[in-house]
């Protein structure tokens, strides 16, 4: 079992940045891939980045350019650096982990999220 916390969220203004975080407690053997998605109002959740535990990474095209994941293996921790935040970045964004347990059983994990407003 693999719990997610996510801190950081808030409000911040249209240009402005915020970082959130997330870490990941529990039992489990590894953490393959950590990261966001995003769910607004109206929209289908959209992925916003991955980060591999070896380092590779995927962006959403919308966030390409301005936002940055970036982990930390021996936290099991993920962060998302976020700059030039638009109104559209308003959501609640999820942390996403991809555990494999003791028993070899590979399954994913959400947590809680956070908002995100960006607005003036």
């Known amino acids: 079992q693999v719990h997610l916390v996510e801190s950081g969220g808030g409000l911040v203004q249209p240009g402005g940045s915020l970082r959130v975080s997330c870490a990941a407690s529990g039992s489990f053997r590894s953490i393959p891939t950590m990261g966001w998605y995003r769910h607004a109002p109206g929209k289908e959740r959209e992925l916003v980045a991955t980060?591999?535990?070896?380092?590779?990474?995927v962006y959403g095209d919308s966030v390409k350019g301005r936002f940055t994941i970036s982990g930390d293996n021996g936290k099991n921790t993920v962060y998302l650096q976020m700059n030039s935040l638009k109104p559209e970045d308003t959501a609640v964004y999820y942390c996403y982990a991809d555990a494999i347990s003791y028993t070899y059983t590979r399954r994913d994990y959400w947590g809680r999220g956070t908002q995100v407003t960006v607005s003036s």
């Open positions: 980060i591999s535990s070896r380092g590779m990474i």
